[in-house]
């Protein structure tokens, strides 16, 4: 009995809290969306393997699913196929030119 009252006084104020917060810190559920990327200023680059960050499966390992949901894989090669070099050997030129410049 107490705990009833008890939980709808716990969760009246914490809707309210929400609603208000929402407007006030967009920022904060876009950040939770993505772990995994950091400052805005940075470029959308893996020096290191050649792709945006935000599609490298090897360093997003939580991307793997998402290609593989949509058919997307390379089996072979553990890539996504659109990121397949080695069987799309003309996506190099395309990531080559993604590729941020270094130095202006
Ligand atoms: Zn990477
Ligand atoms: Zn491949």
């Given at each position: 009995?107490?705990?009833?009252?008890f939980a709808?006084?716990?969760?009246?104020?914490?809707l309210?809290?929400?609603?208000s917060?929402?407007?006030?810190q967009?920022?904060e559920?876009?950040k939770?969306g993505?772990p995994?990327q950091?400052?805005a200023a940075?470029?959308?680059w893996?020096?290191?393997?050649?792709?945006p960050?935000?599609?490298?499966?090897?360093?997003?390992?939580?991307?793997?699913?998402?290609?593989?949901?949509?058919g997307?894989?390379?089996?072979?090669?553990?890539l996504?196929?659109?990121?397949c070099?080695?069987?799309?050997?003309?996506?190099?030129e395309k990531?080559e030119?993604?590729?941020?410049?270094?130095?202006?």
């Amino acid at each position: 009995m107490k705990y009833t009252q008890f939980a709808s006084l716990l969760v009246l104020p914490c809707l309210l809290a929400l609603s208000s917060c929402d407007k006030k810190q967009p920022a904060e559920q876009s950040k939770a969306g993505t772990p995994q990327q950091t400052a805005a200023a940075e470029p959308d680059w893996c020096a290191e393997h050649g792709v945006p960050e935000s599609i490298c499966t090897r360093c997003n390992k939580k991307l793997i699913a998402e290609f593989k949901k949509k058919g997307d894989w390379c089996k072979e090669h553990d890539l996504p196929e659109s990121q397949c070099i080695l069987c799309n050997p003309e996506l190099k030129e395309k990531f080559e030119a993604m590729k941020p410049k270094e130095g202006k």
